[in-house]
């Protein structure tokens, strides 16, 4: 066996990106979630459903 065939058969293969890319910050996200479920509450609150 060459020399060159060992490191093209040992060379390690790029992995695909698993997940979501990071697209910014996320306080805006958790910001505007919070604020949902404030509304949420309100809301059944007002409704007399808690």
Not at 36 to 44: D, P, Q, S, Y
């Amino acid at each position: 066996m060459r020399r060159h065939d060992r490191t093209l058969r040992h060379r390690p293969r790029p992995r695909p990106h698993q997940g979501p890319k990071d697209d910014g910050p996320r306080t805006l996200e958790h910001l505007a979630g919070w604020t949902l479920v404030v509304v949420v509450a309100m809301l059944m609150t007002q409704l007399g459903l808690l």
